[in-house]
Every structure is written in C-alpha cells, then in structure tokens.
C-alpha cells in the first residue's frame, strides 16, 4: 500500500514534468515531445522516491548516479532537476534557445546531469563504467541508466549488457522506457527485441517487466535493488509513448516536433494543469 500522499507527490510531479516539457518544445520550437512525455511517471519516482542525490551538492561524492542514455528526450530531466531544486525554474524557458542555459539533447554542464548523451547507445557502456569505478573505490552509491527502444537496437549497449553480468554489476540498474516505439517507426517494424526479457536473463541479468505509469509497481520494483545479489538489473517499464496527450499517444509521429499555440493549450487542458 502506498500512502495517498506519496502517491499524490508522485502525481503533481509528473504532471509538471509534462507540463514543462510542452511549454519548453513550444518555446523552443523544438524537441522529441513524445519520448518525454513517455518517461514522466518514471522519474518522478527516481527523483522523489529513489535517488539519493542532493541538489545543493549535485557533485556529492556518494550521490547515486543518473545517466539518460535516451538524450533526446532531456528535458523531461532539466524539468524535474529544476523542480527539485538542482537549478532556477526559470532555466527552463531557455531550452533549445540561442545562447540558453538548456541545449535540446542533455548535457553534462546543467548541475544534476552526469553525462551528455544523444546518439543512441552511449549511456549503458558510460553507465557500466561508472559502476565499475564505484567497486573499485569500495563505494556505496547505485548507478542507473534510463534506455529508450532504439538504445537497445544498438549494438554498444549488447557489450555493455555483457560486461556488466561477468562482472557481477549488482550496484547497477537499467530501466527501460519500453514505449515499442522509436524514431522511424513501431519497434516491430525497426528491430524487435521481444522476447525482451528472455535475452536478458540468458545474458545473466535479472529482469523485471512494470508498468511504467504505475506509481507502485515502479517504486515497488526499485525500493528492493538488485533484483538478484551479485546480477545486475534490468526494469523493462511498458510505457506509452505521448502518454498524457490523447493525439500523441502510441504515434510515431509524436517522437520529434513541437506543439503549436492551440496544441499547447489543449494539450494542458487534458493534463489538468492551469495556462
Ligand atoms: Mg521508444
């Protein structure tokens, strides 16, 4: 049982996510709305409930690291970095602007951010090593890395999937955004990776399938790391790609693009959040 409470904190803060990746792309003119959109739910509970970073400290020694492999969608992360306190709200109207303190794909010069990603399959091996150097430093803290479909199409992550079981990664965890969709079309028709989970364990880790907008089934999930003593992790989230927008839902064609003044409008409305 989750309290309403928590519950409830979980809820506002995704809903702003969303809200603030809407206004940003619309300001910006730019950006891949619907891969944010998809990991909202996600990391409001990553943020609220699970890392243990501080904003005050983003280069904390101990922190849990955080890295969005899926750079693409950054501003969902700029959004709930600044809501918690990581950097000025007002950052945020700069994204994807000339000289703004927010480019379009994450960057690692925006306090909170560990790595800069974009092209497809860097995050993992990144990810992997950041575990690797925590055993050696006897360090306590977590690594966790947030996947899209096409990162798991790249071959970069294969090697680092295999690294991390041979070396017994359990201080390592990978949550999968798994909307099936991506850039240029539905995951069955680029690379199907199904049976997802199947490949994974044959490769040595242990892996749990979620709801990825269940607020209980992805704090549940990520409250009893690892999974498996001595494996890595491996959350395969089942999302919907747009999820909050009703005409963006499960469209290909909501991966890159930004609303217009009376999408904005309408899409905040479906939101339940004020203009
Ligand atoms: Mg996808």
Request: charged share 25%.
């Amino acid at each position: 049982m989750m309290a309403p409470e928590r519950m409830q904190s979980y809820r506002e803060m995704a809903k702003k996510v969303r809200a603030h990746c809407l206004r940003m792309t619309h300001r910006g003119k730019s950006g891949h709305v619907g891969s944010m959109l998809s990991m909202a739910d996600l990391l409001a509970v990553l943020y609220l409930g699970i890392l243990r970073v501080n904003p005050k400290q983003p280069r904390w020694p101990d922190r849990d690291r955080f890295v969005l492999s899926k750079g693409h969608g950054g501003a969902a992360v700029y959004a709930v970095l600044a809501e918690t306190g990581f950097f000025p709200k007002e950052w945020l109207d700069t994204y994807y602007l000339d000289n703004g303190k927010l480019s379009g794909h994450i960057s690692h010069h925006v306090p909170g951010v560990e790595f800069s990603t974009g092209s497809l399959g860097h995050g993992l091996p990144v990810a992997v090593g950041m575990a690797l150097a925590a055993r050696q430093a006897g360090k306590k803290h977590r690594v966790f890395c947030l996947l899209s479909d096409g990162d798991c199409n790249e071959g970069s992550t294969w090697e680092a999937i295999a690294f991390a079981a041979q070396h017994h990664f359990d201080n390592l965890t990978v949550i999968v955004d798994y909307n099936r969709v991506q850039a240029l079309g539905k995951m069955e028709d680029v690379i199907e990776m199904e049976p997802f989970a199947r490949k994974l364990e044959d490769f040595r880790w242990a892996v749990q399938e979620i709801d990825g907008h269940d607020y209980v089934q992805i704090e549940t999930a990520l409250n009893h790391l690892p999974f498996v003593p001595g494996k890595p992790s491996w959350l395969l989230a089942r999302t919907t790609k747009g999820k909050g927008v009703s005409w963006m839902e499960n469209t290909v064609a909501c991966h890159y693009g930004a609303v217009n003044d009376e999408q904005l409008a309408k899409a905040l409305k479906e939101l339940e959040v004020e203009q």
